[in-house]
């Protein structure tokens, strides 16, 4: 079968993700340490004991790609390697080093960065983000483009999807969504603007960042946000990442993608089942399995054979 491990965003984060994972494996330790040292701030302290840093970005980002690295580490361990991955949002650093192009290091060093990038660069109460729910992705193109400062910062599932920008402007475009037939417009809980051109600034500041860091030979392909493109070789790789920042997030093409590479199931990796939600409502007959804890990484590999007998029947 031809597997792909997918990640997902800033959201999912929780006190006490991949702790299981740490408790029983020395190396999981291990890379609880070369995350401190790499992010800066105790790791083990924020991932594992309640606190409310867990959900301010410039920690949530790199506290995420740690515990979904660990996570897959004890994947491969076991023997099931991916054929192709792909990251939503910051998911794609997880993707990245998957894939064998970026160290974890980098990636935690990297996301610390981002995270505080992002948001920072705009002032407080200058952006907002909002989901659209409900509305034919053309719909609200149509609309958000005749609107100045707002722009489509998600294209997460049909029938749902993301804008960002200027405050005035986001919360224009929700109203004029509304009139036009979204089942819910609203406004999230977020610390700035992501995926808009208010971050193109701090999307250049991370390319001076990308360019410290190694990016390696790819092992394996991954799809990137920007174009929703299978990327083979990391010569665009930084170019991607810096335009991530301010650009559209193309998830839904993203999953339109890898079923048509014919990919058979994909693994989550990860807290949450975001991505499962995504998959039910654009590629409904692709499996998804979940991996968040010991007890799903061990029993992973017999899930994939169920399947695969279901698939030769």
């Not at 049909?158 to 089942?183: F, N, R, S, Y």
């Not at 960042?209 to 174009?227: C, G, M, R, T, V």
């Amino acid at each position: 079968m031809k597997i792909a491990f997918v990640y997902p965003g800033q959201g999912v984060q929780k006190v006490g993700m991949a702790q299981d994972f740490v408790e029983k494996y020395d190396w999981a330790k291990d890379m609880i340490k070369e995350a401190t040292d790499a992010s800066g701030f105790d790791m083990e302290k924020i991932l594992f004991e309640e606190n409310e840093d867990i959900h301010v970005t410039e920690y949530t980002q790199p506290c995420l790609v740690t515990a979904c690295s660990i996570m897959t580490k004890a994947v491969e361990d076991l023997g099931i390697k991916p054929d192709i991955t792909a990251g939503l949002s910051l998911g794609e650093y997880c993707a990245l080093v998957t894939a064998g192009a970026m160290t974890f290091a980098d990636a935690v060093r990297l996301t610390r960065i981002r995270g505080n990038l992002m948001s920072s660069f705009v002032p407080a109460g200058q952006g907002t983000m909002a989901a659209i729910i409900a509305l034919p992705k053309e719909t609200v193109e149509e609309t958000i483009d005749k609107i100045d400062g707002a722009e489509v910062a998600n294209y997460n599932c049909p029938g749902q999807i993301v804008i960002t920008g200027e405050k005035d402007a986001v919360h224009e475009g929700m109203e004029k969504l509304t009139e036009q037939g979204a089942k819910r417009a609203v406004e999230l809980k977020v610390s700035g603007p992501f995926h808009s051109p208010m971050l193109k600034g701090a999307g250049e500041k991370l390319r001076v960042e990308l360019d410290k860091a190694q990016i390696s030979d790819l092992k394996i392909p991954y799809i990137a946000n920007f174009n929703a493109e299978v990327i083979e070789d990391t010569s665009s790789t930084r170019d991607l990442l810096e335009k991530q920042v301010y650009s559209s997030v193309m998830w839904e093409q993203t999953l339109t993608k890898l079923k048509d590479l014919g990919v058979d199931v994909l693994v989550e990796i990860g807290p949450g089942k975001t991505i499962a939600g995504f998959v039910k409502k654009t590629i409904p007959e692709i499996p998804v399995i979940n991996v968040s804890t010991v007890e799903e990484a061990e029993t992973l590999k017999d899930r994939l054979n169920e399947l695969k007998s279901a698939k030769e029947a």
